[in-house]
């Protein structure tokens, strides 16, 4: 979906508030972002060694 698509389906106040929450919410912990580091660099799981 395209940034324009999603402006047509969400609207400017919706997308507004998104914005707002966002920069509301806190900074990731270096922990935080060490977890999510794996889980989207290795979604299957499997250890890199295991890789083909």
């Excluded at 990731?28 to 290795?42: D, G, Q």
């Amino acid at each position: 979906m395209t940034r324009e698509e999603r402006r047509a389906v969400l609207g400017d106040d919706v997308i507004a508030y998104i914005n707002d929450c966002a920069d509301a919410a806190p900074d990731p912990t270096p922990e935080l972002i060490e977890e999510l580091r794996r889980i989207l660099t290795n979604p299957a799981g499997r250890p890199v060694s295991d890789r083909r």
